[in-house]
Structure formats: structure tokens, C-alpha cells
């Protein structure tokens, strides 16, 4: 995202909100530095045209915000929505989570988003701010010393094997739809089917030994969005399950997740992007978004509103269980 | 706390030789909440009833836990025995310890503790039980008999003369199946057209019964007693109501050269044709695939010559629904195609026949008007072969053919032999065969009579090789009995073909949620005691459907299961199950997942108005459960992501407390 579409998302949003169209915006802000681009809700066209962020960091998926929002919210609801926010957009309309006439949705174009991780590992020292150059991040580091880091060096993952830069949803679009990516996004799956089951069930387990439980993946989940999830729910009997010996409860917790999740995952990434232990967890979204493609015919949650996901749909094509073959 | 009585049956020996049932009781008594454990010889007998009744009382049980047979043997059994005793039948638990323990374990010790487990796992559940009250849903007097052949013919002549009505579905643009195709039927040999066809017509003039000829059954909704059934009655291009089925358009119709199916594609027909002159409805059918006018719109001869005006070349689809409120299933049988079976020529030979296609051979109504011509040269057979079991009692490992016995080869073959040599007196008949199996009444009277007072030479052994050779057929095979290889040069070899299921018989079960077994025949829910009731609650089974049947077991279970169908239309009104899915409002999200799985429809949303925890107040979109349409599958539960979605009965909670239990 060019500065360009940030003033244009400025000035839009604003005259929307002028005009009595919106009654506030989901967008985003800067936060304490200059690459901790936070959500956030504006409620008045000059915040708007003062604070509006819309870069590269501005990664944070929104549209889940929308459920809440339009709870509480006077009149239409706005919301800027990057291609891939705009597929969950699509699923929690599937799952009737808020009422699209309270929405007012403005499409950006998106060439990719900064793993910040990634960016502060590429630097090695503290980031005292970044300037956003035509395909490059200007960054003073805290010792004055000021670099420049090609952007292609730094963008997440899920950017790269994006599965599609072309909005599904949106009211008006700003600025012009990207080219696609062009990486094969199941790549590292296949990598990990290739492992042997002890191979891989010792990366899962280095992996999620990790986690702290802090709840961000799901917290951040546009598919999490039950309204009392089942891990917080004392009566589901979840968690008076001792771990076993050789287990631990974080594993099951993922998985279960992975499970609740899918044939409803859009792929959008935002639990690993949010895990502060750099846990790969959409790779547990991603080989079900594989195994239900090769079941059952290739299928994006998301990519229109009202389809039946195949784990929710019947049809007489199905492959029989115990056939396990693929379609 | 509940005060649970466990009552173990010995089944007689069934249980009691592999589960040692007396320590069976002794280590439930430990169990928290129970305070009485017995254990008796048979459960549900009388004795065995008045023994849990009895304990109840002096007990003052809340619930009971009976370690025997599968519920869907004895549950009803006692939930009866529970309710007399003045407890909620639904405070009753089965643990099967016959079916799930001591029938598939042979070492005592452990077949008793697996028992100790399961019973433990039962009381468990028991403890999160509650009472639950069934409810009771309307009975559409209707039914459906999907099949027009002798078992859905008979089957709706016997529903509708007890006053019900009746719809047939029939895919072929007739009713009569595969038995209006057949010469004449063992063992009395009367022809097949002049009992079956008075039937038809039964069929067709009965005020209760309706026909609904070439079209099929497209959906199917709802459950016993309330099924929502849609119907496509495929274009025939020709209206049923005015066609007086003259037969005008069959003789006047250009395209000649139809392969006719009826004939088994021995002859062929017109592109707009009646299959039979006894066909029922009589009225002519267009064939899309054939007909110049529906092709290139170039034609209209039949519209021209027919003076009822009964052609219709743009006649479309018609979907008609219709509420039923049982199904009968009678989809019937068709020969399996020998194209696996090169060994016997089928495909390189006109003069290799399957029997079916020798019944038209002899058939009056035939392309060779009933007089045995070979195909290839219409001369006449002097020499005919006929193989069994092609492709019945096959091994699993040949890769080919099906394991079962078709059953009614043998006595058709000894009847096709027989009548060969009657009407045929020098021509030499042989019928190879693996074993000749003809228990039935008069059946092992009437194969007799064919080999010994007509002299057909009937040889135990299997033809190898048939190899076509100028004029004749080279048969080479083995007699096992006199130990030495045959070689014949045949006329004519007749392949007794195994018989499978139709293939419509598949996605109808799907669309019925009805059974079926490997060999993709309707399971019964009951192979002794429920033979004509498929699993599913409203669905019945007539016929070959079920499993290879000759004409009279056909007509036999067909009165059957008109006889089930009749009961269950007598009602006014059926219990309903009161297990069923139940939604918690404040965790549903309104997500619809649990809709679309829903087989029965029973699931719809509302928007209410709910106190949300920050005290604000929000509309939200939750599911509604429609108890009397929900049939308790638990589809739903499995769905519901956040677990708002239950089953009573079947609680979340009470299967983890089963699942603790066994694994304690």
C-alpha cells in the first residue's frame, strides 16, 4: 500500500463521515513506533485525516471487528479492507455474523505486508523509526546508523504465497488491484507431509512447546469468533482435561482450534503474524485448506458470500470415508 | 444423586460363557451412586422384568443400568419395564456386553473386565441423565412405492386395498419390471404375461393408486410418517391424458433403427415407441436421444398422423412434491454386465446369450415371435449350452463377479432347459453347474423333472473356454463327477448371469439415509426378525432390493411390507423421539453451520434481543430446533463450532463422562 491510497483513504473516509454515510471507521493507527500499526475504531473525520494508517504495517485483519461494531455502533459501520481481510469479511457474512447493510466496506490494493520479526532481525537493533520508500524501508536504528532494507526482504509469508490480491468484497475500491502472487502457497505443507511421522511430530512439538497460551491466535481469529468459545466455557468439560503425561494441553488447544476452524480458515495468517512466540500456526489451517481441496474439489472459504463449505455440505460426489482417495 | 440399579443379563450363555457376570455385578456395586447390583439369566424375560421393577421399588432407584444386548435389541424392552416401575424411561441405560464384549472375545478375564468397563462407562453417563417426554407428530396417509415392478406392483395393490393411497414410481416409461420381459415362471409354468399384466392393470385402475411411469424420485426430506418426497416426471414429449396409446405414431415414426431395450436391444424400435402391448400406462414415449424432431426440429410426423393431438415436443420436466408418509423401496434387480467375462465370448458372439435374453428368444411378444432362433443366423439350436453361477459365487480374489448366490439361476435355467426340450425334442440340452440349489416348494420336484423326464444333461463342472469358431461355439469344460475335460461344439450358450442390485438403488439409499451391504443390496433392519423395515424409521423394503428373490418370495415379502406400511398409516398419530437436539441461545452464533447439516430440516434461525455480559443489549441471529422434525442424528452437535448445539439424552457432557469412565 503507497502513500497515495493512504490520502485517498483519508480524504474518502472523511467525506464519508461527513456526510453522515459512516458513523465511524475501522482502520488503523500508528502506535508506539513507527511499525506498530495498531486497529483501531475512528469516530471523527478529523482523527481520520490525522491518524489514518495505511501502509505496509498496517497488517491487522479487521473485518472480525465488524461483529461487535455493528452491535453497538449508530447507522453504517466503515471499514477499509486489504484483499485478504475482504475473503474473512465474506465467511463471517456466511455465518450471518453482522448485517452487511450496516457496512460500509472501502477495498485497498495490497502488494504485501511487513513481518516485523522479520524486519527487526534484518536491522539486529533497535528501530527508531522507518520512512517508506518506492520498494524499501528507510530505517534509523537507535544508534543514529540509518539503513535501507528492500521491502521484497521483508515481507511476511503470507504475503508472498498470497492466495489472491483481488478483493472479494467492498463498496468502493481505492486505488487499482494488484497482480497476484505467484508462490505455491502449500509449499511448506508439502514439506511437512513429506516428513516422517516421527519427524513431524517432533516439529509440532518444538514448535507448540513454545506457547504461552496467551490466547492471541484466537483472540485475533476472524473464524474464532464464537460468542463464548468453547476453551472459556466451563460446562464444554475442556478444561478439567488433566494433560497426559507425554502431552500438554497447548498441543490439543491448537489443534482443536485447527479443527473448529476449518473449511472456514480464509488462509489470512493472522495467528501466526500475532503469536509472540513465532509459532507457524497457520500451517495447521493450511493443510486442512489442502486436504479439504484435494477431497473435495479446490474451495476458498470466503471467496463468496453464501457457499456451502464442503465440510458443511453434502453431496453425493463425496468421497466415502474409508475410501480416503483423493477427488 | 441418583440411586442407580445395575442389573446384568447372562443372555444365557451368550453373555455368561466369555463375561463372568457375577463379578460383573460385584464390581459395579462400587460404583458411586449405585445401590443395587444383580445380575440374572435373561433380563428381559418376564421373570427377569419383574426383577428390575421389583428393585425399584424396594430400592427407590432413580435410574437403572442393564448390562446385556445392544439397545437396539432390548432397549425398548426396558424402557418399558422402567416406565411400568414408575421411573422416566429415559433414566435407563444400556451397556452392551454381548454384541460390543462377549461375542468378540474368547478369554474370560478379559471379556468381563471390558464388560466391568462398559457398565462403568453407563452408570457414569447415567448420572448426567434426565428425565426426557417424547412428543407425537401427525401420520400423512400416504405412501410411496419407488419401483413398478411385481414387488412395488404387489406392494401398492395390497396398501391400497386396505384404503390407503398410493403412489408408484416407475423409472421406465411402464410399469412390470423385469417380469413382464420373462417367458414363462417356475415351477408351474404359467407365462409371466398372464398373471403380471392383470396385475398391471389392477395397478392402473385402482382409484387409490397413482402412476407416475418414466420418472424418478429426485429428493427425498422429513422422516416417518412426514416425508417430503419431489418427484421428476421426465418429458415424454407425448401428453399421458390424451394419448389413447393407438400405436399410430410407433408404425408412422421414420427413425427405425432404435435399439429396443425392452428386447434386450435384439430388435429395435421406432424413436417414439410403447415398449410392450400390455404396457401400463399405454401411451407412446418420444426418445430425445432418437427423435429428428427434438434433435434438428426437423420432422413431426407422429404430431401429424396422431389424431389426439397428443404429441408435445415441448413438453418439459415436470417436478411434483408430494408428502408421504411411508416409503416403500422396490427398485429391484438387473443382470451384471459380463463385460469382465471374456472367457465365455459374450462380446465376440451373437449366439452367447444371458438368460434374460433367452427369455425374450422364447417369448411370443419376442423379436423371433417366440420360436428359438439363433441370433446370429436365425437358424435353429441343435446343441445349447447353458453355464450357471456366471459370475455368482465368484471369489473375492477374482476380481470379478459377486461372493453371493444368485438364487434364482438354478430353477430358471432347469425351466429354460425343460421348455427347450419340449417344445424342442432333438435338441440336446446342457446345463453345467457348480451345485444345483432348489429348496423351495416343488422347486427340487420340478429341476428333477427337467433332468430326469425331459433329459437335459445336467454336468457338475464349469465351462473354462467358449471360443466361436465358424458356425459353432467350442465349449470346453470340466465333469468333475466323471473326472474328465468335455469338449462340445454348441448352436447356442445361454450365460445364467449373477443378478445385482439397480444402480438407481444406490443414490436412492442416500437420499433415504437407508443401508445397504457391500453388494449394495437394502439392509434390513432386522435379517430375521425385521426383514421387510429398512434402519431408517418409515422405510420399507419389497423385493430383490433386498437381496436376490424369485417371483413368490417376491410377492410374499411384498404383502409384508405393505402389511408394516398399512400399521404404520393406521395411526393417527407417532411418538416422537424425544432425544433430540437442543440449542444453548446464549453460545449459538447464528452461523448456520448447523442447518446445513441438518438431513431433516429441522433447523431454523430467529433474531432475539439478548443481554449481552457488557450489559448491553444486542440482536442476535440463534438457532431453533424443530423437535418433532428433528430425529436426533446429532449431525448439528457435531457441527457447532462453540458446542452450543446438544443432543438430550446424548449430552456432550454425559459422552466425556462415558469416555472418563472407560479410561479411569
Known amino acids: 500500500m503507497q502513500k497515495i491510497t493512504e490520502d485517498l483513504a483519508r480524504r474518502r473516509a472523511a467525506e464519508l463521515m461527513r456526510a453522515g454515510e459512516i458513523s465511524c471507521l475501522l482502520g488503523w493507527k500508528k502506535g508506539e513506533f513507527d511499525y506498530d500499526v495498531e486497529p483501531t475504531v475512528f469516530y471523527t473525520p478529523e482523527e481520520v485525516e490525522r491518524e489514518l494508517v495505511c501502509n505496509v504495517f498496517s497488517a491487522a485483519n479487521l473485518s472480525k471487528y465488524l461483529i461487535s461494531l455493528t452491535r453497538k455502533a449508530e447507522g453504517r459501520v466503515g471499514i477499509l479492507l486489504k484483499p485478504c481481510d475482504s475473503f474473512s469479511f465474506n465467511q463471517l457474512l456466511t455465518e450471518h455474523r453482522f448485517d452487511r447493510e450496516r457496512v460500509y466496506a472501502l477495498g485497498l490494493p495490497c502488494e504485501g505486508t511487513v513481518d516485523t520479526f522479520l524486519l527487526k532481525e534484518r536491522v539486529g537493533e533497535g528501530i527508531y523509526s522507518i520512512k517508506i520508500k518506492d520498494g524499501a524501508l528507510e530505517v534509523e536504528t537507535l544508534s543514529g546508523e540509518v539503513k535501507e532494507i528492500p521491502l521484497s526482504e521483508v515481507y511476511a509469508e503470507r504475503c508472498l504465497v498470497c492466495k489472491s490480491r483481488r478483493p472479494v468484497a467492498y463498496d468502493e475500491m481505492l486505488g487499482e488491484v494488484t497482480p497476484d502472487a505467484d508462490e505455491d502457497r502449500f509449499a511448506q505443507v508439502e514439506k511437512l507431509e513429506s516428513m516422517t511421522a516421527e519427524e513431524r511430530y517432533a516439529f509440532w512439538q518444538g514448535e507448540l512447546s513454545r506457547c504461552i497460551r496467551c490466547n492471541a491466535c484466537r483472540n485475533v481469529c476472524p473464524a474464532c469468533s464464537c460468542e463464548r468459545c468453547v476453551f472459556d466455557n466451563p460446562t464444554s468439560g475442556v478444561e478439567t482435561k488433566a494433560p497426559s503425561e507425554d502431552s500438554f494441553e497447548e498441543k490439543m488447544f491448537h489443534i482443536i482450534r485447527a479443527f473448529h476452524v476449518a473449511g472456514r480458515c480464509t488462509d489470512c495468517g493472522e495467528c501466526s503474524r500475532v503469536c509472540p512466540e513465532r509459532i507457524p500456526l497457520h500451517l495447521l489451517n493450511r493443510k486442512f485448506i489442502k486436504d479439504i481441496n484435494s477431497f473435495y474439489g479446490d474451495y476458498t472459504a470466503g471467496a463468496e458470500v453464501g457457499s456451502r463449505a464442503p465440510l458443511v455440505s453434502y453431496t453425493k460426489d463425496d468421497p466415502e470415508p474409508g475410501q480416503g482417495g483423493q477427488k | ?664
Not at chain 2, 405414431?249 to 434386450?264: A, G, I, Q, S
Not at chain 2, 449373477?498 to 443390496?521: G, Q, Y
Request: glycine share 8%; aromatic share 6%; hydrophobic share 40%.
Open chain 2, 1 to 664: 444423586m441418583q440411586r442407580i440399579g445395575v442389573f446384568v443379563c447372562w443372555c444365557g450363555s451368550n453373555i455368561a460363557a466369555t463375561v463372568d457376570v457375577e463379578a460383573v455385578s460385584q464390581a459395579l456395586k462400587d460404583e458411586p451412586g449405585v445401590v443395587f447390583s444383580t445380575n440374572y439369566q435373561y433380563m428381559c424375560s418376564q421373570a427377569g422384568q419383574d426383577l428390575i421393577k421389583q428393585a425399584v421399588a424396594e430400592h427407590g432407584l432413580t435410574g437403572i443400568v442393564i448390562c446385556s444386548c445392544s439397545p437396539r435389541m432390548h432397549e425398548t424392552t426396558f424402557r418399558r419395564a422402567a416406565a411400568a416401575a414408575g421411573l422416566n424411561p429415559y433414566m435407563v441405560e444400556i451397556a452392551n456386553i454381548r454384541e460390543q464384549c462377549s461375542w468378540v472375545h474368547k478369554d474370560i478375564a478379559l471379556g468381563t473386565q471390558k464388560a466391568i468397563v462398559l457398565g462403568r462407562a453407563a452408570v457414569a453417563k447415567l448420572h448426567l441423565n434426565a428425565p426426557l417426554t417424547p412428543g407425537e407428530t401427525p401420520v400423512t396417509k400416504r405412501a410411496l412405492v419407488i419401483g413398478g415392478g411385481i414387488a412395488g406392483i404387489q406392494t401398492a395393490l395390497d396398501i391400497a386395498d386396505a384404503g390407503f393411497k398410493v403412489d408408484i414410481v416407475e423409472k421406465k416409461p411402464t410399469i412390470g419390471g423385469k417380469m413382464s420381459q420373462l417367458d414363462k415362471t417356475f415351477p408351474t409354468l404359467d407365462c409371466a404375461a398372464c398373471i403380471l399384466t392383470p396385475k398391471m392393470v389392477e395397478a392402473a385402475q385402482n382409484e387409490n393408486i397413482t402412476i407416475y411411469s418414466y420418472s424418478e424420485v429426485e429428493s427425498v426430506g422429513g422422516f416417518v410418517g412426514n416425508f417430503d418426497v419431489t418427484i421428476r416426471k421426465k418429458a415424454r414429449y407425448v401428453n399421458e391424458s390424451i394419448c389413447t396409446g393407438c400405436g399410430l405414431c410407433t408404425e408412422k415414426c421414420p427413425v427405425k433403427n432404435v435399439p429396443n431395450e425392452f428386447n434386450l436391444g435384439m430388435d429395435s424400435r421406432r424413436a417414439v415407441y410403447i415398449p410392450f402391448a400390455q404396457a401400463v400406462p399405454k401411451v407412446a414415449t418420444i426418445d430425445p436421444d432418437y427423435c429428428n424432431m427434438l434433435k434438428n426440429g426437423k420432422c413431426g410426423v407422429c404430431a401429424r398422423v396422431c389424431t389426439a393431438g397428443a404429441i408435445d415436443y415441448k413438453q418439459t420436466d415436470e417436478l411434483i412434491e408430494q408428502k408421504y408418509g411411508a416409503i416403500v423401496v422396490a427398485t429391484g434387480y438387473e443382470p451384471i454386465k459380463l463385460d469382465k467375462f471374456d472367457e465365455f465370448a459374450y462380446n465376440s458372439s451373437p449366439d452367447v446369450i444371458t438368460s434374460l435374453e433367452f427369455e425374450r428368444l422364447t417369448n411370443a411378444a419376442g423379436p423371433t415371435s417366440g420360436k428359438l432362433l439363433r441370433p446370429s443366423d436365425g437358424k435353429h439350436p441343435h446343441r445349447i449350452v447353458f453355464v450357471q453361477c456366471v459370475g455368482s459365487r465368484c471369489a473375492a480374489a477374482a476380481g470379478k463377479g459377486k461372493e453371493y448366490c444368485s438364487k434364482i439361476c438354478c430353477m430358471y435355467t432347469a425351466k429354460q432347459a425343460m421348455l427347450v426340450r419340449d417344445k424342442y425334442p432333438d435338441t440336446e440340452v446342457y446345463v453345467f453347474y457348480i451345485d444345483v440349489r432348489t429348496p423351495g416348494k416343488n422347486f427340487d420336484e420340478f429341476y428333477r423333472r427337467a433332468a430326469e423326464e425331459y433329459g437335459v444333461k445336467y454336468v457338475k463342472g464349469m465351462v473354462g473356454k467358449i471360443s466361436p469358431q465358424g458356425e459353432v461355439l467350442k465349449v470346453q469344460a470340466s465333469d468333475l463327477i466323471a473326472g474328465r475335460q468335455l469338449h462340445i461344439d454348441a448352436d447356442l450358450v445361454v450365460l445364467a448371469a449373477a443378478i445385482e442390485p439397480d444402480r438407481s438403488a444406490r443414490p436412492l439409499a442416500t437420499m433415504l439415509t437407508a443401508s445397504m451391504d457391500t453388494n449394495d443390496f437394502f439392509t434390513e433392519a432386522h435379517p430375521k426378525l425385521r426383514p421387510v423395515e429398512s434402519p431408517t424409521a418409515g422405510v420399507f423394503l419389497s423385493g430383490a432390493c433386498q437381496g436376490p428373490k424369485d417371483i413368490p418370495e417376491t410377492v410374499a415379502q411384498a404383502g409384508a411390507a405393505a402389511a408394516k406400511v398399512i400399521g404404520l398409516l393406521a395411526k393417527d398419530k407417532l411418538t416422537s423421539n424425544p432425544c433430540v437436539a437442543s440449542v444453548d441461545e446464549l453460545m449459538c452464533n447464528g452461523c448456520s453451520s448447523c442447518e446445513r447439516v441438518c438431513p431433516y430440516g429441522a433447523i431454523s434461525y430467529v433474531n432475539k434481543e439478548f443481554r449481552m455480559p457488557d450489559r448491553t443489549v444486542a440482536l442476535r441471529r440463534v438457532a431453533s430446533v424443530n423437535p418433532a422434525v428433528c430425529q436426533g442424528c446429532g449431525a448439528c452437535t457435531v457441527a457447532c463450532m462453540s458446542g452450543a448445539m446438544d443432543l438430550r439424552g446424548f449430552e456432550a457432557k454425559q459422552i466425556i463422562a462415558e469416555v472418563d469412565a472407560i479410561c479411569k
